[in-house]
């Protein structure tokens, strides 16, 4: 059995979870998030505890045993909690300001960047320099952050560019002068 696929997953009060053969819909006060999972796994749910079963021990199903019991988890928590991850601007001129929804990034370049939220995220700026963005799924939150860092990402010899904040940007050395007897 699956260490992570076999563990029953806890929905807790505020949060409706409804199983409709393969598709899998969760709502709570952050959001709803829908999503159709493989036909193979057996999905139950009874007194608040939500089970995933397999069919048998082929190598594909234990891998999607897990698979499915995280997705499901991931959309109990996105819409219960919500899920966060910030990012920091780091160099001289670099801001961001909020526009609307989105958010207006200016990182050097000749033209600020404009950046439309996905999904249900919601963008939000503290300060000139930090950017957080939150939302129910772990998927599409990830997946904004990974795009607005990608519009500068950090320079291991300077230092500056869009990081996450807890990331560690590893510092190279740069160019040593040779010095040579003439």
Do not use: W
């Amino acid at each position: 059995m699956s260490r992570i696929g076999k563990a029953p997953i806890n929905v807790p009060d505020g949060v409706d979870v409804k199983i409709d053969g393969t598709t899998v819909t969760v709502k709570g006060k952050v959001g709803e998030l829908t999503r159709t999972l493989p036909g193979t796994m057996k999905i139950g749910l009874a007194d608040g505890v939500v089970s995933v079963e397999r069919p048998n021990d082929e190598p594909d199903q234990r891998a999607l045993h897990g698979l499915t019991r995280s997705l499901i988890n991931n959309m109990v928590i996105g819409c219960s909690e919500g899920f966060e991850k910030r990012l920091e601007l780091i160099g001289t001129g670099y801001r961001v300001a909020s526009k609307g929804k989105g958010l207006e990034v200016n990182v050097g370049y000749s033209h600020s960047i404009d950046v439309a939220p996905i999904g249900d995220n919601k963008l939000a700026v503290d300060g000139q320099n930090l950017v957080i963005v939150s939302g129910p799924s772990k998927e599409d939150v990830g997946e904004q952050a990974a795009q607005i860092r990608k519009l500068r990402k950090p320079n291991p010899y300077t230092g500056k560019g869009i990081k996450y904040v807890d990331e560690v940007i590893r510092r190279k050395a740069g160019k040593t002068a040779v010095g040579g007897a003439a």
